[in-house]
């Protein structure tokens, strides 16, 4: 007894290690980031152009394709998503189809980031011909987190109770308004969690963009939807990887700029879940 | 009137129910399309097992197994360092850390997930490269190692979270008949909770691998990118993604080079394919 008691005790140790070799560098990157980050970060380098080949300036251009590059990944992810979620939820039925449904999801969210960018430059760039641009970066990105915005979604709505259904049914509405009026209104805040979260990873991903939108360096912001963009990811891989003798403090800065934006997302969708699971009714 | 428009929105949402299955076979095809035309000039066996990757050389030579190995070692690291790792913070989240730890700990490890490969990338090329070339004493910390240290460190979330959910999904009866029988928390953890989740476990240890295997920016930021067979985890290595990443760029649409590039990614696809389909089947046979 007392032999089992102590392998219990190194075991649960070992456990414990194990966990914070996991926890603990999280915690020190994100240290290191702030603290080597924060001095860079003034006004002058959130809005200004990058100077002297990427060695001075500011990071207005990466920041400003970056949101343009989420947004249009958004647009076209969403409606997709948000319909495919309610045919889940509200239609399918237990069978082979269902089942390939979910295994292409399945599949569709394990596929490694740089093969969509391949399928992105082989369809939107060369076969559309919509050249390397905004609108090619951005379709790509849509298609890679759709399984992410379907997923979370999906259970959004099938946590809203049958019975809310039964007696939408029941008053006469049909299965259409049902869903529109008494289901998605419940679960909206389920939804947007899983958009923001969408959005947190459409602007970190790299290799997508390489090949259909990133532009090593461009002097003006883009103007339309056919323009390549710059984008803060590969802005951090360029200054890190492609320019020597890049400040120390420019990469920082650009590190801490990108993790912000990415970590307040998921912030920000944390919360809401947080708050609409302490209101919710049912 | 009202009846014509759902009957349009009910199968707008049947369209967009099979859009995922559409995307998958879309992005099969065209890896297909681009890819195929690889074999007209190269034999499938000598692509694959071919020992030399000069692609710009004329003429080219287009042999992956460098980069096949060089995959092969970084993911076999990475899988050494996280699967006890992972497994190992998931039994000790889902059954010993207080509820409030417990909490925090997720937080964590959600946040890890959270953190972009790019950024990662980063902080390893700044922090973790010096230390590996200072502790071996060797030319160049844009090792194999490094790259396999920091894999792991990606791959951990994954199986953490879905290793977790395995461990909870055990029914309590389980745990509550081996304390009856006086077994202590450890020997019923090792031996009635894990075998119980075993297979959704091993989808956990499969999709963690999977995550090594598909990743990209991180691995060519920290391996040196080095197309020659590795004899040794310390030496620079490139992997599949990263050849991919790296020489898109410089490809000219409708070369050898760019359809061997492609070729590559059929190989990515596939790998990931079986892998997220085996998971899957483990992770049914649970429920």
């Known amino acids: 007894m007392r032999n089992s008691r102590r392998s219990e005790k190194i075991a649960f140790f070992f456990l414990f290690l194990a966990t914070l070799l996991i926890v603990v560098p999280v915690g020190l990157i994100i240290a290191i980031i702030i603290q080597k980050g924060l001095p860079a970060i003034n006004w002058q380098f959130l809005s200004d152009m990058p100077r002297s080949g990427m060695r001075a300036g500011g990071i207005l251009p990466a920041i400003v394709g970056t949101i343009y590059l989420v947004g249009g990944a958004i647009l076209f992810a969403l409606p997709i998503g948000l319909l495919a979620a309610i045919y889940l939820s509200e239609y399918s039925r237990d069978n082979l189809l269902t089942r390939m449904i979910k295994l292409a999801i399945v599949n569709l969210a394990g596929v490694p980031s740089v093969v969509y960018g391949l399928f992105g430059l082989a369809l939107f760039v060369v076969f559309c011909k919509f050249g390397a641009s905004i609108l090619s970066g951005s379709l790509t990105l849509g298609i890679m987190i759709l399984p992410l915005i379907i997923t979370s979604s999906r259970e959004a709505l099938e946590s809203v109770p049958d019975s809310f259904r039964e007696v939408s049914l029941s008053l006469g509405a049909s299965k259409w308004q049902t869903i529109r009026h008494i289901v998605l209104p419940n679960a909206v805040p389920g939804i947007l969690t899983g958009t923001i979260l969408g959005l947190g990873r459409a602007a970190g991903e790299t290799a997508p963009i390489l090949f259909t939108v990133a532009a090593f360096y461009l002097p003006q912001l883009p103007k339309s939807l056919f323009d390549q963009a710059m984008a803060l990811p590969y802005h951090l891989y360029v200054i890190s990887t492609q320019v020597p003798n890049v400040d120390e403090k420019i990469r920082y800065g650009t590190a801490l700029v990108l993790l912000f934006l990415v970590l307040f997302m998921n912030l920000v969708a944390i919360i809401i879940r947080y708050h609409f699971r302490k209101k919710k009714k049912w | ?287």
């Open chain 2, 1 to 287: 009137m009202r009846k014509l428009k759902e009957f349009i929105i009910e199968k707008l949402i049947l369209v967009c129910g099979l859009a995922s299955i559409f995307f998958v076979v879309l992005i099969f095809l065209f890896l297909l399309k681009e890819g195929l035309s690889v074999f007209k000039s190269i034999s499938l066996p000598d692509f694959l097992f071919g020992k030399n990757w000069y692609p710009i050389s004329d003429p080219p030579q287009l042999g992956i197994l460098p980069l096949i190995l060089g995959s092969l070692l970084v993911t076999v690291g990475a899988a050494a360092i996280s699967i006890p790792l992972g497994v190992g913070a998931a039994i000790y989240i889902a059954e010993i850390a207080p509820a409030k730890s417990k909490e925090v700990l997720k937080a964590g490890i959600e946040l890890l997930a959270a953190i972009p490969s790019v950024v990662l990338g980063f902080i390893g090329m700044v922090t973790l490269v010096p230390w590996v070339k200072n502790i071996f004493h060797l030319p160049t910390g844009l090792t194999a190692l490094s790259g396999s240290i920091m894999l792991a460190f990606m791959a951990t979330p994954t199986i953490v979270s879905i290793a977790e959910d395995a461990l909870y999904s055990v029914p309590k009866t389980y745990k509550e008949g081996a304390f009856a029988l006086g077994a202590t928390h450890w020997q019923t953890i090792y031996r009635v909770l894990l075998p119980a989740a075993s297979s959704g476990i091993l989808a956990a240890v499969m999709l963690g691998i999977g995550r090594v295997i598909g990743e990209t920016m991180a691995v060519m930021m920290i391996t040196g990118n080095s197309a020659i067979i590795p004899n040794s985890i310390l030496q620079p290595v490139r992997t599949l993604t990263a050849t991919i990443a790296a020489e898109m760029g410089e490809a000219v649409v409708g070369s050898e080079h760019y359809f061997a590039l492609f070729a590559i990614g059929i190989v990515l696809f596939v790998i990931s394919f079986a892998v997220n389909v085996t998971a899957d089947l483990f992770l049914h046979k649970r429920k």
